[in-house]
Each structure stands twice: as structure tokens, then as C-alpha cells.
């Protein structure tokens, strides 16, 4: 009997370590916590010991051992002093414990993140992170007691069911805008062409308007929608934070342009830059153009070609080339034995950028010009030859009178083409040496500015009440100019 | 009466033409169901052995999952954020794309619709996948809370120098003792006909932040504002401009392009650069060593580089995450962090390489090592997305003479304080 008594007394120390380490006797898991995650508590038979380690694993199969799971996370049980405690939402995962009196508190972290309770702990409940969204999965806890023993708890199955969070809305009032700008632009044509063939008596022919409806329908789409919704975009708060759901402002953002830091200089800058190119183009144009169109001028051919190398080769590599060129460890310094950073100083630059695309500019227009001006009648300048009329009184009041309806529309495009010239200040200089805080650029014109706007500061709405104004002043200064030349009536 | 109806065939057949393409694009999905695309964006520069190392390892993965089809697309670094941006914002964001954690900070903020542009990718990480990482790393990937990228590599400025112009001149290697005055003095020896003592861009905010740390300044105190306008931050500028402006040591208007032109061609003794280009400086079979940033003299300080954590995002509009996430895990993993630090030098984050001796062992990789702990790591804060721009109009401000350097940084100082409560 004493022999019974001491095996069982034995037998009992023997099984106390085991029967002292905390064994999961619960487990429950909630598929339906968010995205790619499952929700698992387990509670323990004891509080927790000092060193336990429960580890949590997953498998697309009942787990049995864990030789066929994945190691998913890890819980230790030990001291938590000087430890952190994010509060829930603000860790990589939420996971918090329970001391038995049902208040659940988020775990403490070590420095690795690895996720620690206090002793005493019954209860874990934590959300487990990267699961397979819809699939079935086998979770087990392994409890690991402080001398190195473990029990395996039987496994649940679970699968997370949340779909994806993200909702992508179709935001249908771009397109419904889209459609309506269209489709009202497209109304405006048809009538106003419908009107101009009353005016003119135009009754005969109904499918006229027909025929043109593709012409019609691409001039919307290509050019009526994004000037219009350019202009709606010119009074929302559109920008990075508040593209999608942006409300009407009213007039804030051309204030904003107008009282940008820099308005009138980049104004003024912009208009430097376009006067002083569009007379260098037509007057180097002009003279090149009567050069090349001498008849005594020898090789007129090869001279022509290499007039027009600027023009054919792609603008953006002859200004890297200028670029490099004017840097300091360029061409220009290497001839000229200087040390010149002109690209680094805010008038250097201004004079550059306007000296490379002059010389950018100049074929198109002597291009231009030449054919205008061999389509001059020979007979006058042969009876003012007769007549023994000087060259220079023969360019005045014969080739430049006769040259004026090609010269005022190709002054009037030239204009607004260098007006809106972004590559040459954009790869030069980009729009630097920037000194102003808030403000554009040394070398900026409106263009550009307007790309930093939109691009690097985001702000959307601003940037296309920077178009609309750079759009009125072209129109204002188109009508001014035609009004005042005569333009069309030249043309036609 | 046939032209007409002729005519009104015509006209029908127009309108239906658009409609049988759309139905025979419809199909085209239908048949491309089963395999899975996945569009990325990386930032390595062409041609270079980062790209063809991310390309091997981009093949591999589709080799290892049939089902998967990557498509690439190379990016600029710089204007990463911006692209990527404007790409989210219209609706055509890849799904997978690289980023640095000064990057992440400007993107974070941005909402289409309400909703962000970045996955957080906390719920798509196990922990013990997240253990795999160097705490400092992952953190620096998070912003406000969301774990917006998985970091691949990290790196910083270092000082490369070259050992057969250092012997010629009879002068010492730098040393982990150095100091500033001792790297001045060795670049003013060194500084003989075309040859320059030292090049780096001066005017480049990203070179300055370290000299900035090491005179005593930062770029925000600990709650987050901004906090240029210190002296350390002025005396930092001034000594940093003096450099090409006074003691002429570096070449005028030195910038990224011109530095390493300069060091690749022996025109200059040292530069001060990040591990991304050593590979290109040793295909060029240039002499180089590497040795840590000296120590300012006054301060006692060493100069303490910017430590950027670049790594991989996932969109917020991709509609296959969990196959992106595998992607971003697989490019950030052990094994391919691996292969790139030895073929690129690039700077490992994961925790088992940095005890590995193959990383260990290597002296450039341990070099930089050495380096990254002397760094600050890059805040991922709007702030620090915001802060190159302003700091850069103060260089130029300064380096034109227009402002004094405490002036300068003053406005700079106010300039993104005012961005960054929205006025």
C-alpha cells in the first residue's frame, strides 16, 4: 500500500511541471475581422507562467504536428517592464490579453516586436495578419512552458471571409461633365452652322451637317471638353488630397494666381521671352530667307539643309547638348578659358534660354518666309530694277508690303507657340535658379510654372485657373493683334 | 432613294464598328482570366546591374509561378512619387512599384476619392514574416501607422576615394579619425592642375542634410516642425558652399553628373557618394577605397548622412494585392536582398544578412555598414517630402549671394512650415 502511495506521490512530482504549464483549452477564431486577416483567442486551463512561449500556427490542413504548419506568430510570457504597449490600431497587428477579469488590454512589445504578456495572463486574442482571403486554413496554438515541454492544441479551421477594402468607385461626374460638354458643344456647332447656312441661304443640301459630323464630334472631344474642363476645373479645390471629390470655390484660385509671389514678374518674363524671340525668328528669318533666296547666292542646297539642322533634329536633344554647352565644365568655358556658371545665375540664364530657342526657332521661319517669298512676282521687282529702284528701297516698299500677309499669321503663331514653350526652359534649366520661396522661377515663363503647380505642388484647381489666364491673354492678345494688322483680311 | 439608304448603312455600320472591337476586347479578357498581370515600376537606373539583377529575379519569379506575368516599367527615382502620383490619380497606378521612405511621406498623404493611393500592407504581413526585418527599416517604411512599403535596401552618403591620386600626393587614406579640417587640408594638397581634392553637388540638399547633422542642426525638432534656422544649419551651409565658392577645392557648379563624370575619369581624389554607383565606378576600373565621414572639428559630431529605406509598394488600386504582396516579399527577401548587395552593393535590410559573411566579410558592403549606423534615418514624414525644395532655394539664394545663409534658412524655415499647414 506504502509502495502505491509513494509511486502515485512520485508519479504526481513527476507530472507537476507538465500539469503547471498553461495548456490552451479554448480556442476561437472569427473569420470576419478585415481584409487578409482572422481573429483567434484562445484562453489557458492556468494563468500563464513566467517564460511560457505560445506560438500560433497555420495549415491548409488539420494540424496534427507541426511539422506541417507554418510558423505564423509567437506570444512570451515574461516581465513587462520598460516595455512599450501600442495601443490598439497603432502596431503592425492588434493582439491583446486577459488576467480573467474580461477587461482585455493590448500586449506589450519588444524591441524585434515580438509580442509579450504579463505573467498571469488567461486569455490572448489576437488578430493574425496575412491570411489567404477565402481560403480554408487550420490554426493551433503550441504552448511552450518555461522548462522546455510542449502541448499542442487541437487545431480550428477558419478561412477570412472580409473581401478587399477597397471600393473602387466609378466617379461618374467627370464622365457625365464629359458627355454633357460634348454633347453641348457639338449642339452649339450644329446651330451656329445651321444659322450661318440660313444666313447664307443654304437650304438645298440637309445632310450637309451629316457629312461634317465627324469632323464636328472630334473637334468636341479634342478640343471644346478639354478647354471646358479646364475652365470647371479653374473653380474647385481639385488637388492631390482632393481629386475625385472636389467642390465648386467660386474665384479663390485665380485670386491665388493673382496674388502668387512672382505673378508679374513671370508675366513679364513670359512676354520678354516671347517678344524678343518671335523678332529674332522673323528678323534672322527674314534676312536668312533673302539670303538663301538670292540669285546669286551659290550652293543655295547644301546651305538650306544646314540652315535647317536645328529644326530637324528633336528639340529636346539639341537643348541637352546647349545644356551642356553652357555648364560649367562646358564648351564655352573650355574656348573662352573662363569658369562661367551662367545656368546658376537668374540673369545668365534668362539670356541663354532666350539665345537657344532663337536659334531653335529660326528655320521654321525662314522656312516660311522663303516660300513666301518666292511666290513674289518676279515682273515687279524687274520693273522696279528698270526703274533703278535701290535694294533696300525694293525690300521696303516691295518685299515687306508683299510679305505681310505671311508675315502677321506666322508672327501671330509664332507668338503663341513661344508663349507656351515648355521644353527648352523645362530641360535647360527647369525653370531655375530658383530664389523665390513660394514663388516660380528665375527662368520660368507661365508654361512652366504652371507644370510645378500641377505636377509638384498638386495643386490642380490652381494650376487650371493658371491656364484659363494664360488662355485669356492669348486670346486678348490674338483678337488685339488681328484687329490691329488686319490679319485676316491680309489672308484672304 | 438607294443612296439613302446606301448612305444610312454606312452610317450604322460607323456607329456599330466601335462596339464589335469593344466585344472582341471583351473576349480577349475572358480568354487571359487564368493568368494573372501584374504591372511594376522600379527605379533602377538603365542599364545598370541593379536592372539586370531585378530583371533576373523578376524572371525567376514568374518561373516559379507560372501563373503570374510581371510587366516592367523603368521610372526616375526622383520623380518616382510624382509619377506614380499622377498615375494613381487617373486611375492607371502599377501594381506594384519602388519608393523610398522620404518618397512615402508625400504620397501618404494624397486621397482619390477619399481613399489612399498605397496599400497598408500590415494586414498582409504574418509577424513572423515582419520579423524577418530590421525593426529600424520596417518602421521607416510606415506612415502614420501604415505599413506602406516593404523595405529592399537602404543606403547613404559615404566618402569614396581614390587610393592612386592619394599615393601620388604623398598624402594619408581618410580614416575613421578624420576630421573635417584634415579632409580639407588633404583636399587642398590634392587640388593640383585638372585634378580636384574633392567633389560632391554643394548645392544639393540631400549632401547637406549629413554636414547639417554634424554641425549641430536638424531638419525638425522631435514633434515634427520644421527647424532649419539653427546655427549648426547655417554654419553647415556656409562651410558646405565654401567649398567651391572660397577654398575652390570643388569645381564650379559641380552637380551629381559632373562628380561622378569627374571621379570615373581620375580628375578628382574624392567625392562623397552612396554605394549605388560603386559598381559603376569599379566597371570603369577606377582605384577606389571607401572610409567613413570625417568628424566636424568644432562639434565633436561626425557628419551623419541621410539613411533612405527604399523599398517595395503595393497600390491601393490593384485589383490582385495578395499576388502583389507575394511580389513585394519575394523582392524583399533574404535571398534576393542577397544577390543584390553582393552584385550591387546595395545595402541589405533584413536582420540574417547582417551577420552573414558574405555581407560581413566584404569590405565595401561592411564599409557602408559602418556608414548607415553613423546615419540619421529619413524621416517618413510629408515634412521630409517637402523639404528639398525650399532648402534648395536657400542654396541658391546663397550661393548667388542674394541671402545670407541664417537668412536663407529662415525663410526656408517659413516656407515649409506655411506648406505644410496648407497655406
Known amino acids: 500500500m506504502n509502495r502505491v502511495f509513494l509511486i502515485a506521490i512520485f508519479s504526481f512530482l513527476l507530472l507537476l511541471p507538465i500539469s503547471h504549464a498553461s495548456e490552451v483549452t479554448s480556442l476561437e477564431s472569427d473569420g470576419d475581422v478585415g481584409y487578409r486577416q482572422v481573429g483567434l483567442m484562445w484562453s489557458t486551463d492556468i494563468p500563464s507562467e513566467e517564460g511560457t512561449i505560445f506560438e500560433v500556427w497555420i495549415?491548409?490542413?488539420?494540424?496534427?504536428?507541426?511539422?506541417?504548419?507554418?510558423?505564423?506568430?509567437?506570444?512570451?510570457?515574461?516581465?513587462?517592464?520598460n516595455l512599450l504597449q501600442p495601443g490598439i490600431g497603432e502596431w503592425y497587428d492588434d493582439c491583446q490579453y486577459s488576467i480573467g477579469d474580461e477587461n482585455w488590454n493590448p500586449v506589450y512589445r519588444e524591441l524585434d516586436g515580438t509580442a509579450v504578456i504579463p505573467p498571469g495572463a488567461i486569455g490572448v486574442n489576437c488578430t493574425l495578419s496575412g491570411i489567404s482571403s477565402g481560403l480554408e486554413i487550420h490554426i493551433a496554438v503550441l504552448s511552450i512552458n518555461p522548462s522546455g515541454?510542449?502541448?499542442?492544441?487541437?487545431?480550428?479551421?477558419?478561412?477570412?471571409?472580409?473581401?478587399?477594402?477597397?471600393?473602387?468607385?466609378?466617379?461618374?461626374?467627370?464622365?457625365?461633365?464629359?458627355?454633357?460638354?460634348?454633347?453641348?458643344?457639338?449642339?452649339?456647332?450644329?446651330?451656329?452652322?445651321?444659322?450661318?447656312?440660313?444666313?447664307?441661304?443654304?437650304?438645298?443640301?440637309?445632310?450637309?451637317?451629316?457629312?461634317?459630323?465627324?469632323?464636328?464630334?472630334?473637334?468636341s472631344v479634342l478640343t471644346f471638353y478639354p478647354v471646358l474642363y479646364g475652365i470647371w476645373l479653374s473653380f474647385t479645390n481639385a488637388d492631390q488630397s482632393h481629386l475625385g471629390d472636389q467642390s465648386i470655390i467660386g474665384f479663390d484660385n485665380f485670386i491665388t494666381v493673382i496674388s502668387t509671389s512672382g505673378f508679374l514678374r513671370v508675366t513679364g518674363f513670359t512676354l520678354v521671352w516671347s517678344v524678343v524671340n518671335v523678332v529674332a525668328h522673323i528678323g534672322f528669318g527674314l534676312l536668312l530667307a533673302i539670303a538663301l533666296n538670292s540669285n546669286d547666292l551659290r550652293g543655295r542646297s547644301a546651305y538650306r539643309t544646314a540652315l535647317l539642322l536645328p529644326w530637324a533634329i528633336p528639340s529636346y536633344i539639341s537643348v541637352l547638348v546647349w545644356r551642356g554647352l553652357y555648364e560649367p565644365t562646358g564648351a564655352l568655358n573650355d574656348f573662352l578659358g573662363t569658369d562661367l556658371n551662367?545656368?546658376?545665375?537668374?540673369?545668365?540664364?534668362?539670356?541663354?534660354?532666350?539665345?537657344?530657342?532663337?536659334?531653335?526657332?529660326?528655320?521654321?521661319?525662314?522656312?516660311?518666309?522663303?516660300?513666301?517669298?518666292?511666290?513674289?512676282?518676279?515682273?515687279?521687282?524687274?520693273?522696279?530694277?528698270?526703274?533703278?529702284?535701290?535694294?533696300?528701297?525694293?525690300?521696303?516698299?516691295?518685299?515687306?508690303?508683299?510679305?505681310?500677309?505671311?508675315?502677321?499669321?506666322?508672327?501671330?503663331?509664332?507668338?503663341?507657340?513661344?508663349?507656351?514653350?515648355?521644353?527648352?526652359?523645362?530641360?535647360?534649366?527647369?525653370?531655375?535658379?530658383?530664389?523665390?520661396?513660394?514663388?516660380?522661377?528665375?527662368?520660368?515663363?507661365?508654361?512652366?510654372?504652371?507644370?510645378?503647380?500641377?505636377?509638384?505642388?498638386?495643386?490642380?484647381?490652381?494650376?487650371?485657373?493658371?491656364?484659363?489666364?494664360?488662355?485669356?491673354?492669348?486670346?486678348?492678345?490674338?483678337?488685339?493683334?488681328?484687329?490691329?494688322?488686319?490679319?485676316?483680311?491680309?489672308?484672304? | 432613294m438607294i443612296r439613302r439608304i446606301f448612305f444610312s448603312l454606312l452610317v450604322i455600320s460607323i456607329l456599330l464598328f466601335p462596339g464589335c472591337l469593344a466585344s472582341n476586347q471583351s473576349l480577349e479578357v475572358e480568354d487571359n482570366e487564368s493568368t494573372i498581370e501584374l504591372v511594376v515600376w522600379h527605379s533602377f537606373a538603365a542599364?545598370?546591374?541593379?536592372?539586370?539583377?531585378?530583371?533576373?529575379?523578376?524572371?525567376?519569379?514568374?518561373?516559379?509561378?507560372?501563373?503570374?506575368?510581371?510587366?516592367?516599367?523603368?521610372?526616375?527615382?526622383?520623380?518616382?512619387?510624382?509619377?506614380?502620383?499622377?498615375?494613381?490619380?487617373?486611375?492607371?497606378?502599377?501594381?506594384?512599384?519602388?519608393?523610398?521612405?522620404?518618397?512615402?511621406?508625400?504620397?501618404?498623404?494624397?486621397?482619390?476619392?477619399?481613399?489612399?493611393?498605397l496599400e497598408d500592407l500590415r494586414a498582409h504581413l504574418t509577424p513572423i514574416?515582419?520579423?524577418?526585418?530590421?525593426?529600424?527599416?520596417?518602421?521607416?517604411?510606415?506612415?502614420?501607422?501604415?505599413?506602406?512599403?516593404?523595405?529592399?535596401?537602404?543606403?547613404?552618403?559615404?566618402?569614396?576615394?581614390?587610393?592612386?591620386?592619394?599615393?601620388?600626393?604623398?598624402?594619408?587614406?581618410?580614416?575613421?579619425?578624420?576630421?573635417?579640417?584634415?579632409?580639407?587640408l588633404a583636399a587642398s594638397t590634392l587640388t593640383s592642375g585638372d585634378v580636384s581634392g574633392l567633389a560632391l553637388p554643394v548645392k544639393d540638399p540631400y549632401w547637406w542634410f549629413g554636414f547639417q547633422a554634424g554641425f549641430g542642426g536638424s531638419l525638425f525638432d522631435q514633434n515634427g516642425t520644421p527647424s532649419l534656422n539653427s546655427?549648426?544649419?547655417?554654419?553647415?551651409?556656409?562651410?558646405?558652399?565654401?567649398?567651391?565658392?572660397?577654398?575652390?577645392?570643388?569645381?564650379?557648379?559641380?552637380?551629381?553628373?559632373?562628380?561622378?563624370?569627374?571621379?570615373?575619369?581620375?580628375?578628382?581624389?574624392?567625392?562623397?557618394?552612396?554605394?549605388?554607383?560603386?559598381?559603376?565606378?569599379?566597371?570603369?576600373?577606377?582605384?577606389?577605397?571607401?572610409?567613413?565621414?570625417?568628424?566636424?572639428?568644432?562639434?565633436?559630431?561626425?557628419?551623419?548622412?541621410?539613411?533612405?529605406?527604399?523599398?517595395?509598394?503595393?497600390?491601393?488600386?490593384?485589383?490582385?494585392?495578395e499576388w502583389s504582396t507575394k511580389l513585394a516579399l519575394y523582392l524583399s527577401s533574404s535571398d534576393v536582398q542577397k544577390e543584390f548587395a553582393i552584385e550591387t552593393y546595395t545595402m541589405p535590410t533584413t536582420i540574417d544578412l547582417y551577420d552573414n559573411p558574405d555581407i560581413s566579410e566584404n569590405i565595401v558592403l561592411s564599409g557602408f555598414l559602418e556608414q548607415l549606423m553613423e546615419g540619421t534615418p529619413a524621416p517618413t514624414t510629408r515634412g521630409m517630402s517637402l523639404v528639398y525644395a525650399p532648402v534648395g532655394t536657400a542654396f541658391e539664394n546663397v550661393y548667388t549671394g542674394a541671402l545670407n545663409s541664417s537668412e536663407a534658412l529662415l525663410l526656408a524655415n517659413e516656407s515649409l512650415q506655411s506648406e505644410l499647414e496648407g497655406n
Open chain 2, 47 to 117: 542599364e545598370s546591374k541593379e536592372q539586370a539583377t531585378f530583371e533576373s529575379k523578376i524572371d525567376q519569379f514568374m518561373a516559379s509561378n507560372p501563373s503570374v506575368e510581371v510587366k516592367i516599367s523603368a521610372i526616375p527615382y526622383t520623380e518616382a512619387d510624382n509619377q506614380f502620383m499622377v498615375a494613381a490619380q487617373g486611375g492607371e497606378a502599377p501594381d506594384v512599384v519602388r519608393l523610398s521612405n522620404d518618397q512615402l511621406g508625400k504620397i501618404g498623404h494624397v486621397r482619390v476619392g477619399g481613399q489612399p493611393l
Open chain 1, 342 to 492: 551662367l545656368l546658376a545665375d537668374p540673369n545668365g540664364a534668362k539670356i541663354v534660354v532666350i539665345l537657344v530657342n532663337i536659334w531653335l526657332g529660326i528655320p521654321f521661319m525662314m522656312m516660311s518666309i522663303s516660300g513666301a517669298l518666292q511666290a513674289l512676282p518676279k515682273d515687279m521687282y524687274e520693273a522696279a530694277e528698270v526703274d533703278g529702284i535701290s535694294n533696300f528701297s525694293r525690300f521696303r516698299y516691295l518685299t515687306l508690303p508683299n510679305l505681310k500677309s505671311a508675315l502677321v499669321p506666322l508672327s501671330l503663331l509664332g507668338f503663341i507657340w513661344t508663349f507656351n514653350m515648355f521644353n527648352v526652359i523645362y530641360l535647360m534649366t527647369d525653370g531655375g535658379p530658383n530664389l523665390d520661396f513660394d514663388g516660380p522661377g528665375s527662368t520660368d515663363i507661365l508654361i512652366t510654372y504652371v507644370y510645378d503647380v500641377a505636377f509638384r505642388d498638386g495643386a490642380y484647381g490652381v494650376a487650371a485657373a493658371w491656364s484659363v489666364v494664360i488662355f485669356l491673354m492669348l486670346v486678348v492678345f490674338s483678337w488685339t493683334y488681328m484687329k490691329k494688322t488686319n490679319a485676316t483680311e491680309a489672308v484672304t
Open chain 2, 231 to 321: 546655427n549648426g544649419s547655417s554654419d553647415s551651409m556656409d562651410w558646405i558652399l565654401d567649398l567651391e565658392l572660397e577654398h575652390e577645392i570643388v569645381q564650379t557648379g559641380t552637380n551629381k553628373e559632373s562628380m561622378k563624370n569627374q571621379f570615373l575619369s581620375s580628375k578628382v581624389a574624392m567625392i562623397i557618394d552612396g554605394p549605388w554607383n560603386w559598381a559603376t565606378y569599379e566597371a570603369g576600373r577606377i582605384p577606389l577605397k571607401q572610409s567613413v565621414l570625417p568628424i566636424v572639428t568644432d562639434s565633436g559630431e561626425r557628419i551623419s548622412p541621410l539613411v533612405t529605406f527604399k523599398g517595395w509598394s503595393v497600390s491601393k488600386q490593384s485589383l490582385n494585392k
Open chain 2, 129 to 184: 514574416e515582419r520579423s524577418k526585418f530590421d525593426p529600424r527599416a520596417l518602421n521607416a517604411m510606415r506612415y502614420e501607422g501604415d505599413l506602406l512599403g516593404i523595405p529592399a535596401s537602404q543606403d547613404c552618403l559615404s566618402l569614396l576615394f581614390n587610393p592612386v591620386l592619394f599615393d601620388a600626393a604623398g598624402v594619408d587614406y581618410p580614416d575613421e579619425n578624420w576630421t573635417l579640417d584634415d579632409m580639407l
Open chain 1, 149 to 219: 515541454g510542449s502541448i499542442l492544441s487541437s487545431s480550428i479551421s477558419s478561412s477570412s471571409t472580409s473581401s478587399d477594402e477597397e471600393i473602387i468607385v466609378i466617379e461618374t461626374s467627370p464622365y457625365i461633365f464629359a458627355i454633357g460638354s460634348i454633347a453641348l458643344s457639338i449642339f452649339i456647332l450644329l446651330f451656329v452652322l445651321r444659322w450661318m447656312d440660313y444666313r447664307e441661304g443654304r437650304t438645298t443640301s440637309r445632310f450637309a451637317h451629316l457629312y461634317i459630323a465627324p469632323a464636328i464630334l472630334a473637334l
Open chain 1, 59 to 81: 495549415s491548409n490542413e488539420t494540424i496534427i504536428e507541426i511539422s506541417n504548419a507554418t510558423k505564423h506568430s509567437l506570444v512570451r510570457v515574461g516581465n513587462v517592464s
